[in-house]
């Protein structure tokens, strides 16, 4: 058996003789044939699908209408495909000419009419085409003096998907194809009947509609996927066990795209390929699906570019082994400052190139969506001056920078382009004039307590939960960058269920650079987000379930509210939260924001919780300091049940006919009462503190306790 090189196949004039067939392909092929169909006459494209780069292999397949539906037939080495202008199987050799063939159809197959869709399976020498609502076909290639084309039975009723080519997998027998559309889901398909199986959505579109007219197969069960519009190729390996497609590189683009390849063969690198040398968390190595370049001639950044077989990631970058640095097309004189404006300096080589440049300002070891600085900026040949702004919310310290050079506008920061170069750099990000604001101070800590019986006051030894807390706001020029919050679990002294958050009031959900906020417990990094979706305000979630941070001692039913139960060890939760964009200081909210417990959902909260929305509360049960307004997922029928005695049109929330509410702020570190020891007798001054609305009365009640009251351990 041979294998052969790369092709796409066109047209042809009228019917040939076999005799006219050229030969075979010599080896397998390892490039893609993307064969399109502008102004009716078909074109042939060799692609490299490491990089994209394609050259013409045929302008001419000597043929007026399309040729589609095209597979390698590894079995002889030669291109099959549907001859629209025969209305037959066509067959093309290493000269890219078409031949139609004569083929004898069952009368299913000669209503079907012309197909797009097709290729030649792995296990069986036998082309297959599909049309919706018409079924699959089959077409065996063994006898080349008698070929016929029949329906495969059972196929017409299961001929229901929406897809413009499939591809056979090299070795598990099926036919794989992504559906086109908004969303490409990944089907795999019985050739026996063409039943499908949808193994789920694996490519999702910001824009446009897919429409994937070129699909083919590598031996490790990756499939590529040619995008008609704009020529971007994606891939996925249908064997994981959740698929999903991303764009590998930038091929050839038109409105009409049929492709093949041999199945069996390697994807190589290529022999003339420049690649970045960031670490490979940034996509370097050709197995991360490196930002990779074929190099052109005249076309680069600065004096020149080398090739590499891979990416080099730094220290082990050829620049620094090799004596030849080729990283000269960038410069960056002004350094990169926090919220300032940054200065940098490009030289290109070649005309018609853009600059595409991401900066991983979160140093999260990933260039994202949002830091994309420089997007399809064209270049003049020689010097170019650009200006780019450096985020409030980016982070201090050392980072990596990819700058892409290319004749494409449109590239990602990884994935194969035809032409160009990749430079990576790495930068320090800076930030000064900044002002430190700490609530209470810098070494202190505010106390927030709560009681957790609400709408009813029960014991009111305000000890079920209490947090210490501390805020940092980082200003400048009057507008808050960033927030820190440092918060410790001082007591629980609640049966109940109960989760922490606090809400920033007034601030919008997406003025917080979510994907950029770093958050621990006990320092132990958290990967989760701990944002709350569907909320107006933005609301950040510590916990959901406090029992999960607490460990009591042998005998004790509660942590530091009894006698015997005191312990040294806090469980702390840090977290820094940025913003898209600064917010002026006088929009902030007041220190110390909006703290407050939650029930924990699916966990009883007691009857009177209960009764008030007819079962566990979860969510909807919220307790916050006093006239500090609920979030949005508040069930506001607490509001007048039982105790409670809030009026929302008058700003008055959570507290009772006496002003006295169900959580309270205490700006040290306090000694709260005793377990069943209420707070109004464990500090008396504090009936004629909450009795006055304007806070003048005792302040300082907090400071004059009942010692016999309150718990006073470790």
């Keep these: 058996m041979k294998r052969s090189s790369l092709l796409i196949l066109a047209y042809t004039a009228s019917l040939t003789s076999l005799s006219a067939i050229a030969g075979e392909f010599e080896s397998c092929p390892t490039k893609a044939f993307i064969i399109q169909t502008p102004s009716s006459i078909p074109i042939s494209y060799g692609v490299e699908l490491a990089t994209g780069s394609y050259v013409i292999l045929s302008s001419d ?34 000269d890219y000419q078409i031949s139609p063939l004569s083929v004898n159809k069952d009368a299913d197959a000669a209503a079907a009419g012309n197909f797009y869709v097709g290729d030649i399976a792995i296990d069986e020498n036998v082309w297959y085409g599909y049309r919706k609502n018409k079924g699959l076909f089959k077409i065996p290639l063994d006898n080349p003096s008698n070929y016929s084309m029949s329906l495969v039975a059972g196929s017409k009723a299961n001929a229901t998907y929406n897809i413009t080519d499939f591809a056979f997998h090299p070795s598990d027998g099926y036919i794989y194809a992504v559906t086109n559309g908004a969303t490409g889901s990944l ?41 008609n519009k704009d020529g971007k190729i994606y891939r996925l390996n249908v ?13 050839p683009s038109s409105s009409s795209n049929d492709g093949a390849r041999c199945a069996l063969a390697e994807v190589p690198v290529g022999d003339n390929v420049d690649f970045g040398d960031a670490p490979d968390t940034y996509g370097t190595y050709m ?29 082990l970058s050829d620049d620094a082994s090799d004596g030849n640095d080729d990283e000269d097309g960038i410069s960056m004189p002004t350094g990169f400052e926090l919220g300032e404006s940054a200065i940098v300096l490009v030289t290109a080589t070649g005309s018609g190139g853009y600059l595409n440049a991401w900066f991983d300002w979160n140093q999260n070891g ?46 990602g920061p990884t994935g194969g382009v035809g032409d160009g170069e990749v ?75 109960n989760g922490f958050a606090i809400q920033l009031p007034d601030v919008a959900f997406d003025k917080v650079k979510e994907n950029s906020i770093e958050w621990s417990i006990d320092g132990i990094a958290q990967t989760s987000s701990p944002l709350e979706s569907e909320q107006t305000n933005a609301v950040f979630i510590l916990t959901e379930d406090l029992w999960d941070h607490t460990s009591i001692a042998n005998g004790c039913n509660f942590l530091r509210t009894e006698t015997g139960c005191g ?148």
């Design 567 to 714: 312990t040294n060890h806090r469980t702390t939760w840090r977290m820094t939260i940025p913003f898209e964009t600064t917010i002026a200081q006088s929009q902030m909210p007041e220190f110390p924001y909006d703290p407050f417990i939650f029930a924990t959902p699916g966990m009883d909260h007691g009857l009177a919780a209960k009764n008030v929305v007819g079962g566990h509360p979860g969510r909807q049960l919220e307790i916050h300091l006093k006239n500090r307004a609920p979030t949005d997922k508040f069930a506001t029928a607490y509001f007048g049940s039982r105790e409670d005695r809030s009026s929302p049109n008058s700003g008055q929330y959570f507290l009772n006919e006496n002003g006295m509410a169900w959580a309270i702020e205490v700006p040290v570190t306090w000694q709260h009462p005793m377990e069943r020891e209420r707070l109004d007798s464990a500090y008396s001054d504090f009936v004629d503190f909450a009795a006055d609305s304007s806070g003048a009365t005792k302040p300082s009640w907090y400071t004059n306790p009942t010692h016999s009251l309150i718990f006073n351990e470790q």
């Design 287 to 315: 197995t991360s699906n490196g930002a990779r370049h074929s190099i052109i001639d005249d076309f680069y950044l600065g004096s020149g570019v080398d090739s590499e077989a891979n990416g080099y990631p730094t220290p």
């Design 423 to 497: 430079e990576d750099h790495q930068i320090t990000i800076t930030e000064t004039g900044v002002t430190i604001n700490y609530y209470p101070s810098s070494s202190g800590y505010t106390s927030v307590a709560y009681e957790d019986l609400y709408p009813d006051q029960e014991d009111y030894d305000m000890n079920d939960v209490i947090f210490h807390l501390r805020f940092i706001e980082y200003v400048k020029n009057d507008q808050v960058r960033r927030i820190e919050i440092e918060a410790k679990l001082a007591a629980m002294g609640a049966a109940y269920h």
């Design 187 to 227: 089907l795999r398909i019985d050739p026996s009947d063409a039943s499908a199986d949808n193994l789920g959505v694996v490519v999702t579109s910001s824009g446009t509609n897919f429409t994937f007219g070129a699909q083919f197969f590598d031996p490790s069960g990756t499939l590529y996927l040619s995008n």
């Design 61 to 94: 397949m000597n043929r007026i209408k399309a040729y589609n539906g095209v597979g390698f037939n590894y079995h002889d080495n030669f291109i099959y495909g549907w001859d629209y202008e025969a209305s037959t199987l066509g067959k093309t050799g290493d």
């Design 239 to 251: 064997n994981d066990a959740s698929p999903s497609a991303d764009i590998f590189a930038y091929g």
């Design 366 to 411: 990933e260039f994202d969506s949002d830091e994309q600085a420089i997007s399809g900026q064209s270049l003049t040949p020689g010097s170019n001056t650009l200006s780019l702004d450096v985020p409030t919310w980016g982070k201090t310290g050392q980072t990596w920078a990819r700058f892409r050079f290319s004749s494409l506008a449109d590239i």
